[in-house]
């Protein structure tokens, strides 16, 4: 499946580079060319992919898994997915062609390169056991009544990996009705993705306290401890969106500033992740600004 995936990319990206070749041909001139800048901003909905403790155990040799999970008040496994958390900020340039087939309808294309930071991941695998014992007793002078005083201790113990997804690819898009207020733009990108800024650790966090059954507690008392590890493991990525903007010019008048638009976006994506042999496929859509200047 990630085979014909990727054979499909990549042919959709060799049908772009051709039709855009095709268009820029049919260009009137160079005084018709522009430059757009452009700054994507925004947030993608998140899919997940599991490293397997094969995956974690080579990763992090030192860290002893709690085996005594089975036995009553015994460590309680979370296993996290692997899971996109945080925005994405992309940069775009593009060049902008007129033409005399999509001049006559009012259309103007562009072909560029897109760049910047993608989506972040974040999984984890984590252990937690509390045990609560009596102490002490406490008595009433007044009444009698004998109230037990508790000691609760909390451990967790865990390893953690997370990393942003630096993209790079090729886009274009049509726009239509450059000489407005309003505009909307279409276009399809494909881009390849890399992890960079990757960490791998391993923690351990205690908490405890005492407190007794008539409301009352002493100070709690943490500890948390963080190794982090040089080893982590690498992604990589192709993403294909066909993005769809509505684009406003705030101002139609001044040479500065008629250039100038913000955009509403909604970017469905084609995303194939794979990081230690591990490998998902998932369509998800993406939401954000765009803001872009012509030159």
Do not use: C
């Not at 054979?7 to 018709?32: C, D, H, R, W, Y």
């Not at 995956?55 to 309680?76: A, E, I, K, L, R």
């Not at 898009?173 to 276009?187: E, I, K, S, W, Y």
Request: charged letters at 15%; zero cysteines.
């Amino acid at each position: 499946m990630s085979h014909s995936l990727h054979s499909k990319i990549i042919t959709a990206v060799l049908l772009l580079t051709t039709f855009s070749s095709t268009i820029n041909a049919q260009e009137t001139g160079p005084k018709n060319r522009n430059i757009e800048l452009a700054l994507q901003t925004g947030f993608g909905d998140f899919y997940s992919v599991g490293l397997s403790d094969e995956t974690w155990n080579n990763y992090t040799p030192g860290f002893v898994v709690p085996d005594d999970s089975s036995q009553q008040n015994g460590y309680q496994m979370y296993s996290g997915t692997l899971f996109s958390v945080t925005s994405y900020v992309l940069g775009s340039v593009h060049v902008s062609y007129r033409n005399a087939m999509l001049d006559a309808k009012k259309i103007r294309s562009s072909f560029g390169l897109t760049f910047g930071s993608g989506v972040g991941y974040r999984t984890e695998q984590s252990w937690t056991k509390s045990e609560t014992f009596t102490i002490d007793t406490l008595t009433s002078s007044q009444t009698g009544q004998q109230y037990a005083v508790d000691s609760t201790h909390q451990r967790t113990v865990g390893r953690s990996y997370e990393a942003n997804d630096f993209m790079i690819g090729i886009s274009h898009f049509f726009q239509t009705n450059p000489a407005r207020r309003f505009a909307l733009h279409l276009g399809i990108t494909a881009s390849y993705g890399f992890s960079v800024n990757a960490q791998l650790s391993t923690y351990q966090y205690d908490w405890s306290s005492v407190s007794a059954n008539v409301g009352l507690s002493s100070p709690t008392e943490n500890d948390y401890q963080r190794t982090e590890l040089s080893n982590a493991p690498k992604s990589h990525s192709l993403t294909l969106q066909i993005p769809v903007e509505l684009s406003f010019r705030p101002w139609k008048n001044g040479k500065a500033l008629q250039g100038f638009s913000i955009a509403i976006a909604y970017r469905p994506t084609l995303k194939n992740f794979a990081i230690a042999g591990e490998k998902a496929t998932s369509i998800n859509s993406w939401y954000g600004f765009t803001m872009r200047y012509t030159i």
